[in-house]
């Protein structure tokens, strides 16, 4: 087996090799340790069959890990500057694909009709640029890809607001989005020094198991999301004060949101963070 790339002295090498400058505006801190990317790729439970998608391949040493369990990888990278070392990082593996592109303005769903022909399991698997963890997530999610699920690193405040059960302090319109498509969990947490340069923050792996059905039945999804972020604009305001502020129209369709909040027998004076997904979805 060709040696990982995931260490500190081949990292370093790599790196002095290219002359190579981290650029925190693109969220650049690379793992150095391979138990760790084994143990995200065993959460994925990726096997000989399966595609991965990997955003953002750093100099490879995920995409390695990758490789190695999956039938293929396709990963995007936004910089530049990363391609050639890829090339030679990743040249032992010929069933990696790098498309140089922001991930946010790929075309996701065509990537994996085009690459991915006669794969039905796929999983997005990746250490995300803390810049973008969030809208990188929603993006997956909301264009409702073919995949089986996500597991990827992200800061573990992110991780903890995204798994949150009603009435923490960390439940909010973030946890009711993604778990309004997946079952979400956090599945380990990662110390600082297994990166480099070292984050700020500290960070932690979750894993999104896409539901078949949404969690919840609703008429308009569109206004659900409207709802759930209304109702958690002002968290020390009651669900009645945010619901009138924030929705459009609210002042004059008091009565209104008040009598859909008595049918769904929800006090109109708890507050947003109180609500299950099944009662905004009433
Ligand atoms: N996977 C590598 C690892 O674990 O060592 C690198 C992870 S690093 C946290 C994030 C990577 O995402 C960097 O390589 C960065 O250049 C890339 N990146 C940042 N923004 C991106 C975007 N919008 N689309 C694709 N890649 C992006």
Same mark, same amino acid.
């Given at each position: 087996?060709? #040696?990982?790339?995931?260490? +500190?002295?081949?990292?370093?090498?790599?790196?002095?090799?290219?002359?190579?400058?981290? #650029?925190?505006?693109?969220?650049?801190?690379?793992?150095?340790?391979?138990?760790?990317?084994?143990?995200?790729? &065993?959460?994925a &439970?990726?096997? @000989?069959?399966?595609?991965?998608? @990997?955003?953002?391949?750093?100099?490879?040493?995920l995409?390695?890990?990758?490789?190695?369990?999956?039938k293929?990888?396709v990963?995007?990278?936004?910089?530049?500057?990363?391609?050639?070392?890829?090339?030679?990082?990743? =040249?032992?593996?010929?069933? /990696?694909?790098?498309?140089?592109?922001?991930? %946010?303005?790929?075309?996701?769903?065509?990537?994996?009709?085009?690459?991915?022909?006669?794969? #039905?399991?796929?999983m997005?698997?990746?250490?995300?640029?803390?810049?973008?963890?969030?809208?990188?997530?929603?993006k997956?999610?909301?264009?409702?890809?073919?995949?089986?699920g996500?597991?990827?690193?992200?800061?573990?405040?992110?991780?903890?607001?995204?798994?949150?059960?009603?009435?923490?302090? &960390?439940?909010?319109?973030? =946890?009711?989005?993604?778990q309004?498509?997946?079952?979400? @969990?956090?599945?380990?947490?990662?110390? #600082?020094?297994?990166?480099?340069?070292? +984050?700020?923050?500290?960070?932690? /792996?979750?894993?999104?198991?896409?539901?078949?059905?949404?969690?919840v039945?609703?008429?308009?999804?569109?206004?659900?999301?409207?709802?759930?972020?209304?109702?958690?604009?002002?968290?020390?305001?009651?669900?009645?004060?945010?619901?009138t =502020?924030?929705?459009?129209?609210?002042?004059q369709?008091?009565?209104?949101?008040?009598?859909?909040?008595?049918?769904?027998?929800i006090? +109109?004076?708890?507050?947003?963070?109180? %609500?299950?997904? @099944?009662?905004?979805? &009433?």
């Amino acid at each position: 087996m060709n #040696k990982d790339i995931a260490t +500190p002295v081949r990292t370093r090498t790599i790196l002095e090799k290219y002359g190579f400058s981290f #650029k925190k505006s693109l969220g650049q801190n690379f793992l150095i340790d391979t138990n760790i990317l084994r143990k995200i790729v &065993d959460f994925a &439970d990726i096997g @000989e069959h399966s595609g991965a998608i @990997e955003i953002g391949p750093g100099i490879g040493a995920l995409t390695e890990q990758l490789a190695r369990s999956s039938k293929k990888v396709v990963a995007f990278e936004i910089d530049q500057r990363l391609l050639p070392i890829l090339s030679e990082t990743l =040249s032992p593996y010929p069933n /990696v694909k790098i498309i140089h592109k922001d991930v %946010l303005e790929a075309n996701v769903q065509e990537v994996i009709d085009e690459e991915f022909t006669t794969l #039905k399991d796929i999983m997005v698997v990746a250490n995300l640029p803390y810049y973008v963890t969030t809208p990188i997530i929603m993006k997956l999610l909301e264009e409702r890809l073919p995949i089986r699920g996500i597991v990827v690193m992200l800061q573990k405040e992110v991780a903890d607001r995204i798994s949150a059960s009603p009435g923490t302090k &960390d439940y909010g319109s973030l =946890s009711i989005a993604v778990q309004y498509y997946t079952k979400a @969990e956090t599945v380990m947490i990662v110390p #600082k020094t297994v990166f480099v340069p070292q +984050p700020n923050v500290d960070s932690a /792996v979750i894993r999104l198991t896409r539901r078949e059905k949404p969690a919840v039945l609703v008429k308009d999804e569109g206004f659900f999301f409207q709802v759930t972020k209304a109702s958690f604009a002002q968290r020390r305001k009651t669900l009645l004060n945010n619901l009138t =502020s924030q929705l459009p129209d609210g002042k004059q369709k008091k009565e209104e949101i008040l009598s859909a909040l008595h049918e769904s027998k929800i006090e +109109p004076s708890r507050r947003g963070e109180t %609500l299950s997904l @099944e009662e905004f979805a &009433d």
